[in-house]
């Protein structure tokens, strides 16, 4: 899985690949990073537009 692909068009990541915040900074640990910046947890997943 591509993450910053899966951003760029605007897609919300799949939590059925962020069920763990291991494997969510496994994934791309920036974006682990953004999640906690912006209070969402990651099993729900990330679009780019909430933290930009």
């Known amino acids: 899985m591509n993450v910053l ?10 939590s059925v690949a962020l069920l763990t915040k ?3 900074k496994t994934v791309d640990s920036h974006f682990y ?4 910046k912006c209070d969402i947890p990651p099993v729900i997943g990330i ?5 930009t």
């Open 33 to 36: 990073h953004l999640a906690k």
């Open 5 to 14: 692909s899966l951003l760029a068009e605007g897609k919300t990541i799949p």
């Open 47 to 51: 679009e780019l537009e909430l933290c």
């Open 22 to 24: 291991k494997t969510y």
